[in-house]
């Protein structure tokens, strides 16, 4: 590989006339921008402990009343992008937020996409376009781009769940904004009911919903029977993983990233090949190790921990008597749309 010339080569005079007129030298900065063979992350393997951050958590239960915060969120940052950056990866954000008993979180609806992995208590829900959706351990709650949301609590311990947003990626995109709305109105029915079962599609009138977004619960329960189920069904060397999907499509739930459970037999390795999108893996149920390069990371219920994109990633489930389940969010729905999504042996 030739050596391309630095700015340090060019006569300072040169360099300042060049700036004077917003003009950069591109062969300085090129092999930055395009490294050979593989991008260079600022992407971090990171993990966060939850045990270690819940009393902190709590700690802003206390020091911050929600009418002062909105959304009490300590947001899990990647240190490799700056923690101001707040970003886990290029395109997710991920925060554990905390509802106390009694409190709300007021409606508002903006550009970015969220979910919410609810990981611990119970008697909490939001509400996304008018859809009460009860929070419960494990449990996948979809707030899309665009639809009303907030948060109350009739329950009588701390709530808390992980955020997942694709935040940093509309942010760049200069398209983050939010409006904020009245309480909702909430609506009868349950779209977690109307789609109870594979295969079988609500079709009032001859027409099926045609919707962007029908289903926006996705039941653990659900989740970890299709999971057992599946496990039956499949070799003991085929990972057994589910998708979150639109269920009238068959598509990912969402447009920019993708959301899946893992389940991992007693004692089982599995090995993860490299591919273009960032990930994230936050444990539901067991314990498990996360193998990212050089870095192993131990996580317990709750615990979570990110890879960079282009890495293979080896997870293994230390119980050799329970299987582990483990949820994963990654960047592939924006990968494929921008046609650089990639697998390397
Ligand atoms: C948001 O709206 C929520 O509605 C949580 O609970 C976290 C982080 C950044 C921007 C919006 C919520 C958020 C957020």
């Known amino acids: 590989m030739n050596d391309l010339g630095r700015l340090e080569d060019l006569p300072p005079d040169y360099v300042a006339a060049l700036r004077a007129q917003n003009l950069v030298p591109l062969w300085p900065s090129l092999r930055a921008v395009l490294p050979p063979i593989k991008p ?4 971090r393997a990171t993990y966060w402990s939850y045990a270690s951050l819940r009393p902190l958590l709590l700690q802003a239960g206390a020091l911050t009343p929600i009418e002062k915060a909105e959304r009490r969120v300590l947001v899990l940052a990647n240190p490799g992008h700056g923690l101001e950056k707040m ?3 290029p395109a997710i954000y991920l925060g554990m937020q905390l509802l106390l008993p009694g409190e709300w979180a007021p409606s508002h609806r903006h550009t970015p996409n969220a979910v919410r992995m609810i990981v611990e208590g119970e008697g909490a829900y939001t509400t996304v376009d008018g859809e009460k959706l009860p929070m419960s351990r494990g449990d996948l709650i979809l707030t899309p781009t665009g639809l009303w949301h907030e948060h109350g609590h009739d329950g009588d311990q701390p709530v808390v769940w992980l955020d997942v947003l694709d935040l940093p990626l509309v942010h760049y995109l200069e398209a983050s904004y939010h409006i904020n709305g009245a309480r909702q109105t909430v609506k009868p029915g349950a779209a977690d009911r109307r789609y109870a079962r594979g295969g079988m599609l609500p079709t009032p009138g001859f027409q099926r ?4 977004y029908p289903m926006l619960r996705y039941p653990w329960v659900e989740a970890r029977a299709a999971l057992l189920s599946l496990a039956g069904e499949l070799a003991a060397d085929e990972p057994v993983q589910i998708s979150y999907v639109n269920p009238e499509t068959g598509g990912f739930a969402q ?6 459970a893992l389940m991992l037999r007693p004692g089982q390795t599995l090995q993860l090949p490299a591919r273009s999108p960032s990930c994230v893996f936050h444990v539901i149920e067991g314990d498990a190790t996360v193998q990212v390069n050089d870095q192993r990371f131990t996580l317990a219920p709750a615990d979570t921990c990110c890879a960079p994109g282009y890495t293979p990633v080896m997870l293994v489930n230390l119980s050799s008597d329970k299987p582990a389940f483990v949820f994963m969010a990654d960047e592939t729905p924006l990968h494929q749309k921008l046609g650089v999504y990639e697998t390397r042996d």
């Open 40 to 43: 260079l992350p600022q992407t």
């Open 87 to 89: 970003q886990a990866s």
């Open 209 to 212: 919903a045609g919707s962007a």
């Open 255 to 260: 447009n920019i990233l993708a959301f899946y």
